[in-house]
């Protein structure tokens, strides 16, 4: 009996139809392998930008009359309040304190930078380099007439510090405050490119927050009470009520397939009391 094979024709369609699947394969390989990839730049890139937001915001936001220090495209320099109370009595030329409850966290990572309080027209009054210490007895708080209270909450727990050279009335609400610099610079941790530090003036303080960030990646200001964006900084900068955080992260590698990293812009309004009324 004869045995009938392939005839060479068929082999030839055969192996070009495995050709054409092969190759649809392969492309749905790499399509597949670049659009991961892709996405994961977004996914880097947007981690970044939403990291520098967190961090900025919490500290932004509390900014208090005449906060805003010193503003450019690249760099916001400001005086945020890290703790709150009362003004309870002095001691040796020190002012007793009474703390009203905080982040027991964000409280001990401050470093101080100075003091402020309210005077007896309302207007707050700012004094740097001031020595602050713990220690100070929650007593004399709570013996004045009328009592002030020293308040404890979660882990917090109720104290009073010493504030060098400060003389406010007994009563008046008291905050201490850090002066801090976020800035748009060249990144170490990733020679060539751009990141946000965080630094804090007058002390060896100074660390990278995030990056890589792109260079569109700046600050806008917030001017009056209508807002209004402006890419420069007024030359009174109690007119502005906030900044305009552009924080255009990008990716650390080229995904595959692409001339250039990916981008996410997270502009965020982020509005403060600088003002001053």
């Not at 492309?27 to 880097?44: C, E, I, K, P, Y």
């Not at 004399?140 to 020293?150: F, L, N």
């Not at 305009?244 to 990008?250: C, G, N, S």
């Amino acid at each position: 009996m004869s045995r009938r094979g392939f005839a060479l024709a068929e082999l030839l369609v055969a192996l070009v139809i495995a050709g054409i699947i092969g190759i649809a394969l392969t492309r749905l390989v790499v399509s597949q392998a670049r659009f991961v990839s892709v996405q994961g730049g977004m996914m880097q890139a947007r981690s970044g930008a939403r990291a520098a937001l967190n961090v900025m915001a919490e500290e932004l936001r509390m900014v208090s009359d005449s906060g805003l220090l010193a503003a450019t495209r690249d760099s916001i320099t400001v005086r945020a309040p890290y703790g709150f109370g009362i003004a309870c009595g002095y001691n040796a030329g020190r002012t007793i304190v009474g703390l009203l409850p905080a982040d027991s966290a964000g409280y001990a990572s401050a470093s101080n930078s100075g003091v402020a309080w309210r005077d007896s027209l309302g207007n707050w009054r700012y004094l740097d380099a001031v020595a602050v210490s713990a220690g100070a007895p929650t007593t004399t708080c709570t013996t004045q007439t009328p009592a002030i209270a020293v308040l404890s909450a979660g882990s917090w727990s109720a104290q009073a510090i010493y504030a060098q050279s400060v003389a406010p009335t007994i009563g008046s609400p008291v905050y201490l405050y850090q002066k801090i610099t976020y800035v748009f610079a060249a990144s170490v941790d990733l020679p060539g490119r751009r990141a946000l530090w965080r630094a804090v003036p007058g002390l060896s303080l100074r660390e990278e927050l995030v990056a890589p960030f792109d260079t569109s990646a700046k600050f806008e200001f917030l001017v009056g009470s209508s807002l209004a964006v402006r890419a420069t900084a007024p030359a009174i900068l109690d007119s502005v009520y906030g900044i305009r955080a552009r924080l255009v992260a990008a990716s650390e590698q080229t995904p595959a397939g692409r001339a250039a990293p990916m981008l996410f812009d997270l502009s965020t309004n982020l509005v403060f009391r600088n003002h001053v009324q």
